[in-house]
């Protein structure tokens, strides 16, 4: 019996099947040359800069919400928290946690968008 | 080193020795010369789009520029490229679908769109679907599948390049290899 031939193995599949502009490739070692020496290299200074911001906005934030909490926690009465808790929550739109995940740098795979979209 | 198209390139190793030596210049152009073109395609498949794959592989090689004084040699030039233009392919995925989902539309569905409207497409209706097929797998099959069937990298390189084992990439491709002919095995 004739045994089905994979169709898959076929050398002109492996190609790709675009056309890219003429010249395109030959052109791109000059072009690639042009556009890093137009954006100037980083110092190793200013390479840290952005991990060193984060770090202190970090901080401030931990030492921020540390002290409005401990501020807040005082001023409560036991059986308030869950109250304003859910009041706080009720407040927070659905646009605001989207924007919030994105600014958080939350990855997509990481949540169930039907949560968020439902009708 | 001898090209596909007949012409003489730099190895890795001559590379980084122009580097090494202070011809930055020369040994950036010749990294281009050997990699521009193997990387554009890779990002084009993730990305289905001449103009998004043009502006990665800018992206990847400013990268590269800015890494080259770092590149410490424990893995190879070319697999360590692979991998920072993966990483940008990967990245601009994610955003596109974030993108996609507040916009209420379907990334896979506009993807495979791009395939169909695709003015530079130069093929045939079956290379038309298997882009289709690939455009369907998930991130990873679909990055495994690329780099075995087009670029014919070893499982080694690719286990280099996505930090996977030899083991699990195998897995991934014969998945991905067995749904894409099926897929295709259906319409011809």
Known sequence: MEQKRDILDNKELRKMPYKVPEGYFAAKPAQMMAAVKEKPRQSVVRRFVPYVAAAASFLI??????????????????DNYYSADAQLYNEISEEDMIAYLIYSGAHVEEFEFSDFFAE | MIAA??????????????????????????????????????????????E?????????????WTSLPDFREESR??????????NEALNHLRKNRWLAALQRENLDAVMEQRIDDDPSFDGNELQRELMKAINRLPAKQK?????????????????????????????????AYNKIKEELEKKF
């Not at chain 2, 007949?6 to 030596?21: F, V």
Request: hydrophobic letters at 40%.
């Open chain 2, 5 to 50: 198209d007949g012409t003489t390139r730099m190895t890795d190793k001559e590379i980084i020795a122009l580097y090494r030596s202070g011809e930055k210049d020369r040994a950036f152009a010749s990294l281009v010369e050997s990699y521009g073109e193997r990387l554009y395609w890779h990002l084009r498949r993730f990305t289905n789009s001449h």
């Open chain 2, 77 to 86: 030039l070319y697999t360590w490229a692979y991998r920072i233009a993966t």
């Open chain 2, 52 to 64: 998004d794959a043009d502006d990665l592989l800018q992206e990847c090689f400013m990268k590269i």
């Open chain 2, 143 to 175: 990055l495994v599948f690329n780099l075995r069937y087009f670029d014919e990298l070893s499982y080694e390189d690719i286990a280099e390049i996505t930090g996977t084992s030899v083991g699990a990439l195998k897995a991934s491709y014969h998945f």
């Open chain 1, 61 to 78: 934030l931990i030492a921020g919400g540390t002290f409005l909490l401990d501020k807040h926690t005082q001023a409560l009465p036991e």
